[in-house]
């Protein structure tokens, strides 16, 4: 047998499993994928097909490449189209109608997949209105979601799945390219990353706020040895929670600091949680204000004595440590200014250069960007891994931040990636000059510059969060950023800011 029908089922299988990102959309009778390495199309008729195998029986091209992959395709489509939705499906869409971070995934997809007869709906009204057909029609799969949309066709080009992945490419070029140049730090010692294994203790407290109905659950990590007097928070991002990132917190409390993590509620595991199972909408744009003051109420009841009482930690010089939306929140208190205008301007172009999925989220601040500027004068460093950050912040106000920042940004990134969220904003705001600085981690993504709790390997950027933060902390360690000495055997670190 010649290679020739494997290739296509290949190209099939490709097809059939962007399904799985482009459900929000679809047709009534026709489902045609346009396949650009094959330069040809495959069209399935819905109209009658109630089952995998109808619908392998309704084209020639199917049954050929069921046929040449012993019955894989009739699996494929069974596990994708046939196999039962989850319960939750139709409350998460209903939870979700008319939220702009939902209508920000369906302009996505939009440029996918296109409805023959109907204009692009991003409020998502479509979907929700099909799913509870189909549901009520006893066919609650995708199929019978996509047999219950209005419309003419539905054509999936699977061209675009090119476009976006050469995008997110260039988007990642000057940072490679910026780490070819440059010089990685020399790894930390090993009993600097030795300390973190003790010298800490560890509590689960709560405290009230003003600013929501729930008090906030804060994990404290506290040094067993000799206290320096200083208090870091950390904020963890989207759908995330402070265990993430306590393996910061260990090293940073081994050293003598006083560490907080605050979960954040409205946008937390646990509010993932309940989106998924449909009791509740994705998180408002409201977050963007909640989360620093979440940071200010910590800072405000270690000031009182509230939390962390009889530890004689000061206040006035604060640091704030962040993971993407944590980090956004960390510049928010560190000065950085908000604003809507680039949002208001660029959030509806699915074709703009530098669109990325950070934009998703931050396309959905657009309500709540003018006030979203709640510098807190205590913060005094921050340090923000993978910030999403180029459509919320004015980059003029960099120089005016009262908070020194260490950006810190993974070659790798496909969530925020280096270029359009992290190269260019501080290429144009002048860091050396202003004291902020830039270090990019090569080969680092999303989600391996993590540290959470029970980790295997010592978290790759712990020292270096050490060192930024005792040097702008005042603090005398074995460790300093202008000293060196930070860096990661497995994932270098290079500053580039003098290269910018």
Known sequence: MTSFPCFRLRGLVAALASLLVAQPVAAVERLTFTLPLLDESISLDLSQATNAQQLIDSNPDLQELDWAGDGSVQKLIEALLTAPLPEETSSIVRQSLGHPLFEQLLLTASELVEVKGLPVDTSGRMVSEALAAAYRDDEPHLLGFLRHVPGDELSINLQELAFYAKRLRSNQDDARALVQKGSAAEPVASTIVAAAASGWTRRQRSIAVNHRPQPLQVTVISPTGLSNGRLVVISHGLWDAPSSFEGWAHLLAAHGYSVVLPGHPGSDSKQQESLLEGKQPPPASEELRLRPLDVTAVIDAVETGSLLSGSSVQTDS?????HSWGATAALQLGGLQTTSRKLS??????????????????????????????????????????????LLFDESSGPSMHAKALLVSG???????SDPEAVVPLRNGQPLANGHRIVLAS?????NLWAPVGAEQPPVLGPLILAWINDHLGITDSLSF????????RVPLIDVTGQL
Do not use: E, I, M, Y
Request: proline residues 7%; aromatic residues 8%.
């Open 345 to 390: 301007s660029r959030c509806q172009d699915p074709r703009d250069p530098d669109r990325n999925l950070s934009w998703v989220l931050q396309c959905s601040w657009l309500k709540g960007a003018d006030q979203g500027s709640l510098g807190d004068t205590r913060v005094r460093s921050v340090v923000v891994v993978s910030p999403p950050l180029r």
């Open 318 to 322: 604060v640091a704030v440590v962040g």
């Open 411 to 417: 070659t790798r990134d496909w969530v925020v990636p």
């Open 443 to 447: 080969g680092g993504d999303h989600f």
């Open 482 to 489: 202008k000293g060196g000495g930070w860096g990661h055997q």
